[in-house]
């Protein structure tokens, strides 16, 4: 299979990457930036900087990963914006693909896209699937808008799955990669009252989905990416002390959150009790459905 993916020096995308090389597939990625690509990527990837790039030899189904990292910046008016536009317009360039493509009668079987659980919004402690109505507010008009762009492939005869992804775990990156220093020091503790749910799924699982998504023709619209277990934040605190043996008596108190961070502490405050309805019923299998499961293989590497 020949296989595009935006996002693909990302933390979930390089995995995605080795797995489909090792798979036998060609890949070819997007960058904004080509040479660092190469220097990442493993030489056989194909690399540019434009979907249009790749249209003389045209994927057969397509990952879109990309976008600004959400909480890299305090959430100003035009870093808002930024966060939305990143999306879109990678999404945008994807979908023009795909129309081009399709006027030749070549257009890729299915686009794979991304979306965050962040869609939900604040959600409390209610159990959210893919049905569950969402809290109004800027993480989730975020989603919406990177969703809606991606569904208008279908209408040049893509299948269209939107993968509404947790905090991403393993070594080496993501999630655990800013927590860990400060977990291993014995000064990890909750954030405000901790009762705050973290949908979360281990990097492999999420590789897992994505490919199980790719190759299941009947699957299309909205998906929860995100381990069977949710937990809440003072779970999540418990688990990585038991793990590193190491306190976890600390609390951030939330107004110091509010105060620092501004409307981005909603990330850190809020959160969805986000379960995998439709891919669970779809028949994937999840290698790591708990934390502690997942943290054991992760500390262990």
């Not at 590193?244 to 009790?273: D, F, I, N």
Request: hydrophobic share 40%; charged share 25%; with cysteine.
């Amino acid at each position: 299979m020949r296989l595009l993916i935006t996002g693909g020096t990302g933390f979930v995308g390089r995995r995605l990457i080795e797995r489909a090389l090792a798979a036998g597939h060609e890949v070819m990625v997007i960058s904004r930036d080509p040479e660092r690509a190469r220097r990442r990527l493993p030489h056989d990837v194909r690399i540019g900087d434009d979907a249009t790039d790749f249209a003389s030899s045209p994927p057969e189904a397509i990952v879109n990963l990309a976008g600004e990292p959400i909480a890299d910046r305090r959430w100003s008016d035009p870093q808002k914006t930024r966060l939305i536009e990143s999306r879109r317009h990678a999404t945008r360039d994807v979908v023009a693909l795909c129309e081009q493509l399709a006027q030749q009668g070549r257009a890729p079987r299915v686009l794979v896209s991304g979306s965050a659980m962040g869609f939900y919004g604040d959600q409390g402690d209610r159990e959210v699937t893919e049905e569950t109505p969402p809290h109004d507010e800027f993480a989730h008009r975020l989603c919406r808008a990177w969703e809606a762009e991606a569904v208008k492939a279908e209408a040049f005869g893509v299948r269209v799955a939107c993968l509404r992804t947790g905090l991403v775990l393993d070594a080496g990156g993501g999630t655990l990669a800013k927590l860990m220093p400060a977990f291993k020091l014995g000064l990890g503790g909750r954030l405000g009252d901790g009762r705050q749910y973290m949908p979360w799924i281990h990097r492999e699982d999420l590789v897992s989905a994505i490919e199980f998504l790719l190759a299941e023709s009947s699957l299309s619209g909205a998906f929860n990416g995100s381990a069977p277990n949710p937990v809440t934040n003072a779970e999540f605190t418990r688990a990585m002390g038991r793990h590193l043996h190491r306190p976890t008596a600390l609390c951030v108190p939330a107004p110091l959150l509010k105060l620092g961070l501004g409307e981005m502490s909603r990330l850190l405050l809020t959160g969805a009790r986000m379960r995998p309805k439709r891919l669970q019923e779809a028949g994937f299998t999840f290698r790591y459905p708990t934390l502690d499961e997942a943290l054991a293989a992760i500390v262990s590497r």
